[in-house]
Structure formats: C-alpha cells, structure tokens
C-alpha cells in the first residue's frame, strides 16, 4: 500500500509515511486507495480478541509490516490496559451504546493509537533504513501529549516532546504530562491555545532550516499527532471492533447500518469513522459533536470553514480546537482526491483563515455527517441528567456528544426518518476531568484535583484508574513556559 499527500504528487510507502509524519510539501499522508473489509472477514472477526482484530485493519494498510510481528505488537501494546478488552462496548439501553475508550494507560481514546505508534514506528525505521535517532513533536490540547510521553519514554533512539497551552488544559491533564519520568521526554508550556501550539509544530516541520539544524544533530523529526497516518489508522479497528460486538451479542444482523457519536476537535476520531465506512463498514450517519468552539458544525452546515472567530476555554478542553488538522483528509476525499485544490484551501486557511467547498460537497458531506454543538450548560445538563437516569457517569467530552445525541435524534423525530442504533465514542475517564465533572453531578466546585476524584468515587463507586492515583504523589517535573516563537529553540535546546 502507497500512501499519498492531500497536496501534491509526493507517493510514499506506510513505513516512510509513519517514519516522516508528514508530507514534504506540508500535506498529509493518505491511502492510494481504501482497503476493503468483507463480509466474510467481519465474521472471522467476530472471534478474534481486540488485538487480533486491530491487527486485522492494521495489515490491511500497513502491507510490509509482517504479520505475525504486528500482532505481537498489538497485543503487547493492550496488555498495558486496565481491562482484558482494551475497547468495551457497554448497553445503555436498547439502540443507545457507549463504546469505552479510555481504559489504557493514560485513561484517554489516544492510547489506542499511540500504545502501538513506537512499535509502527521503529519498525519503520528499520523497513526505511533510517539510521538517525527520531525527535517526536506533538501539539497537545490535553490527552495526547501524556499518551505520547507514555507510549515513547525510555525508547531507545527515540526523544519525545510535548507542547501544551499554558491555560488550555485541565488541572490533572497537566499533572499528567508534567509528572512523566523517563530519560528521553520533555514538556513545555505554551503561552496561548491549542492552536498556536499546534501552528508552531507544524511550522517546525515545514521549515528546511529547523529541519538541517536537527539533521546537523543527527535527528529526524516526526509526529505523535494525529496528523501522522500511524496514528490515525489504529483507531479505525475499534469501529470495526464495535460493529462486531453488537453482531456478536445479536443486537444487529449483518448490514444494518450504525451511528457512531464522537466528540471531536481536531477531527481525526471521527475521520477513523469515515474510513472504517470507507472500507465497507456499514456505517449510517457520523454524529459530529463540538463544544462552544463550533467551527466545525458550522462548516457542515453551510461549507465555508471559518476559524477567524472567538477562541472559548471550555470543561471540555481537548475539544478548544479552531484548526482541525484532519478535516484536511476529509477535503481530499470531498475533491475528489484534487491535491492541487486541497493544497489551494489549505493556503487560503493558513493566509486568511477561511475557505469554502461546493455545494455538491456540502450535500455529500451532510449524507454521512451529522453536526451540532454544545454549550457549557448542555454538557452539565447531559452529564447529570445520564446518570441521574442510568447511573453512568461520563466525562465532559462525552457528554458534549450525548448532548448532541440528543438534537440528531429529535432531526429524525422532525423529519420521520429511520433510526439505527447509535454508539456514542466516550473519549477520556469521567476522573480526568474531576472538578468538572463533580460540578455536573451534584452542582458542588472543588479546587483539588483529587477531592474531587475522591467525591466522584463516593458517588457512583466507580473505580479510580491506578495511573491517576499514583500522580498525587509525584513531583512536578517540567515547569518552563514560552511563547510560540520559542518553541524551536525548546526543541533545538533538547536535542542536544
């Protein structure tokens, strides 16, 4: 399998795709071609563990990988989880699901991915022939900075480093990255939102002089984010992984289609969604579920994507998102795989903050996406009124897409339309977010993290994450903050 860049005629293999992160031209990596799942294989699926079925949609792009070492990869990877099925599917009631995904070892939907990403990685490292040690950058607005700084330390010829919005992250998401030990992980603080610090690793990326400078000090750079392909890809396997569980335990037939619900920023959680139907899932609608920052409901709704708006801190902060990265994949695709139109709209975001697509695009858009957003009160209102009535409790990105749950369901009431069973993507422990959280269960504010932790327990008596109970003790490691025009010479300052 080749893999293509959204921006111009660069064809590389998925070692090399994974190894660069990102394409030379500054356009992101995507298959030649959609592989195809069958009938037949979703029923072999049906037996296998998650592992084996990761490893499954894995292979299905990642030809030159072998087998047998992907596998071993995959399982050793989920061993690390707190469950034996590192993504459960659990009933609310008839119709209604919440696909779990933060049961690893940074209690976020990112480890899904990034658990296996050092595997992928220095395996293409070897299948590339790359000799020189590898420097990771990843933009974090909360979840996949820890689960990167998790995955990589202590790798051998491998350093990992992670920017954060000074202001832009919850209390214990911060605890977690700046409590990482490990000889090889550093973490900095950026003054300003997710966004900046995702523009400045981009820039670093981009630029051949920050990249001469790393190569003089014998390093190659590449990404943790979503914007490298060997994150995206092993979050496909737990739609799949989904669709199987409810075969399995006979609340579909094979063909009947299914909602997913997934809380989304930067948009590569629901771009997995779009792939997995692209191979063949039967996939109904992608229920596309933004806080305040709604630029992408929005752009759903009426084509022009415009991020010259106001910036909100909001409960659901891995979801503060202006610039989603991965909506560039989905353009491509709309274009009809044009790189020199996508490459025209990418310009156009990066010089004036906007672009639009068609008509025909938006009308294709909106037959697989669904989009709404909301509020902070909405999110505290769903969060409550959930466990109030089913006794679950769910972090606040959740309960953004159960809220918007809510609205697509009451568009299928309006508009008498079929409806198929829904899997909400729950993306991060209710436990990572405590303050927030208790606020929605009982209306009472804490200013600790852990009385917070504590007071949830008390309440719903569901259980406290090992790794987040050991943080309360640990000493605070990184404390630098810089502005956004310092965060090369951070990087260049840690490759030393």
């Known amino acids: 399998m080749q893999f293509l860049s959204t921006r111009g005629e660069e064809r590389v293999t998925g070692a090399r795709a994974i ?23 979703i029923s072999q699926m049906l037996e296998m563990d998650y592992p084996e079925r990761a490893a499954l949609i894995l292979g299905k792009y990642f030809d030159e990988y072998d087998g047998g070492k992907l596998l071993e990869a995959v399982r050793a990877a989920y061993s690390r989880f707190e469950t034996d099925d590192a993504a459960p599917l659990v009933r609310i009631e008839d119709g209604t699901y919440i696909l779990e995904l933060f049961h690893g070892p940074t209690c976020a939907f990112k480890d899904m991915a990034l658990t296996v990403l050092p595997y992928l990685l220095a395996e293409g490292c070897r299948l590339t022939g790359v000799k020189e040690k590898i420097l990771i950058l990843a933009a974090t607005s909360g979840d996949t900075g820890k689960a990167a700084l998790e995955g990589f330390k202590d790798a051998e010829g491998v350093k990992v480093m992670t920017f954060y ?28 939102n997710f966004d900046d610090c995702q523009a400045g690793v981009k820039r670093i990326f981009a630029s051949e002089e920050c990249n001469k400078q790393l190569a003089e000090k014998g390093y190659k750079l590449s990404s943790a984010n979503s914007i490298n392909i060997g994150r995206l890809i092993p979050q496909v396997a737990y739609y799949f992984s989904a669709y199987c569980d409810l075969l399995s335990s006979g609340q579909i037939s094979y063909g009947d289609k299914v909602d997913f619900a997934v809380p989304t920023g930067n948009f590569g959680n629901i771009l997995a969604a779009y792939y997995a139907k692209q191979m063949g899932l039967p996939v109904g609608k992608l229920v596309c579920a933004s806080n305040r920052n709604n630029v992408l409901t929005d752009f759903f709704r009426c084509g022009t994507y415009d991020s010259k708006r106001p910036f909100f801190k909001t409960m659901s902060p891995s979801m503060d998102i202006l610039v989603s ?4 994949r989905l353009i491509f695709e709309l274009s009809g795989r044009n790189a020199q139109v996508t490459a025209e709209r990418m310009q156009a975001l990066s010089e004036k903050g906007k672009y ?8 294709e858009m909106q037959e697989v996406f669904f989009a709404g957003c909301a ?15 089913y006794g679950y409790p769910m972090d606040t990105h959740t309960g ?18 079929e409806e198929h069973p829904i899997v909400v993507v729950s993306t991060a422990s209710p436990y990572k977010f405590p303050q927030d959280v208790l606020y929605a269960l009982t209306g009472n504010d804490v200013k600790d ?7 949830i327990n008390l309440l719903t008596a569901m259980k406290v994450p ?8 640990k000493e605070i490691l990184f404390k630098k903050v810089v502005t956004p025009q310092k965060m090369f010479d951070e990087v260049l300052a840690f490759a030393d």
């Open 466 to 473: 090992e790794c987040l109970k050991a943080i309360r003790y």
């Open 19 to 41: 190894v660069q992160g990102i394409a030379q031209d500054g356009g992101l990596f995507v298959p030649e071609r959609f592989p195809q799942v069958s009938e037949e294989e």
């Open 449 to 455: 993290s852990y009385k917070g932790v504590k007071r």
């Open 325 to 328: 990265s991965n909506l560039e």
């Open 400 to 417: 953004v897409a159960m809220s918007v749950v809510g609205a697509y369901k009451k568009s299928l009431e309006d508009e008498n339309a």
């Open 375 to 389: 509020s902070e009160d909405d999110t505290v209102e769903s969060i409550y009124e959930f466990f109030i009535e």
């Open 356 to 363: 639009s697509v068609t008509r025909e695009e938006v009308k």
């Open 165 to 192: 919005p000074e202001e832009g992250v919850s209390k214990m998401q911060k605890l977690q990255m700046c409590t990482t030990e490990g000889n090889n992980v550093n973490v900095v603080a950026v003054k300003g």
